[in-house]
């Protein structure tokens, strides 16, 4: 038995895989995608063909992945600099009180496990973000990105 919960405005491709426990709403998943395990995608979301969005991730509004993409486990995108619960009143914010700050994943990048994405950022074609890192600023296409905060590594 799957335990999925997939919106009607979901727009899935071709040959889509979605393994148990997701959450998918208002997003586009293109052809060939994998999408694993504990995954949430949320509205607005749009992942391009041949991804694989690993178990545990956390996809949030106003996250663009392109095409040939690799999501590694636990990885989490932010879309808020400044988070908050309520308002100065002490009533509970709504949409209508934050903007969605955007994210892009050029194509061919690789995004390591347990990595956090800041909002505002761009992550270059083929560029690799290391495992557990925290992606603050702009990562140039080719370049491989490590530590807290992400910065360029030496290449061997």
Not at 27 to 39: M, P, R, S
Not at 65 to 79: K, L, M, P, Q, Y
């Amino acid at each position: 038995m799957k335990f999925q919960k997939i919106a009607p405005d979901v727009k899935l491709g071709k040959n889509v895989r979605i393994f148990d426990f997701v959450n998918l709403y208002g997003c586009e998943i293109g052809d060939n995608t994998k999408v694993g395990a504990f995954v949430e995608i949320q509205k607005g979301v749009k992942v391009g063909k041949n991804v694989k969005v690993s178990s545990h991730t956390f996809i949030c509004e106003g996250v663009t992945i392109e095409d040939d993409v690799f999501i590694g486990h636990n990885v989490s995108f932010i879309n808020d600099r400044y988070p908050r619960s309520t308002n100065e009143g002490r009533t509970m914010q709504s949409e209508a009180d934050w903007k969605v700050v955007p994210t892009l994943v050029k194509r061919g990048a690789s995004i390591g496990t347990s990595a956090t994405i800041m909002c505002g950022v761009t992550i270059g074609e083929r560029a690799i973000v290391g495992a557990g890192s925290v992606v603050t600023k702009n990562v140039p296409p080719d370049v491989v990105v490590a530590g807290v905060p992400a910065r360029p590594m030496k290449r061997p």
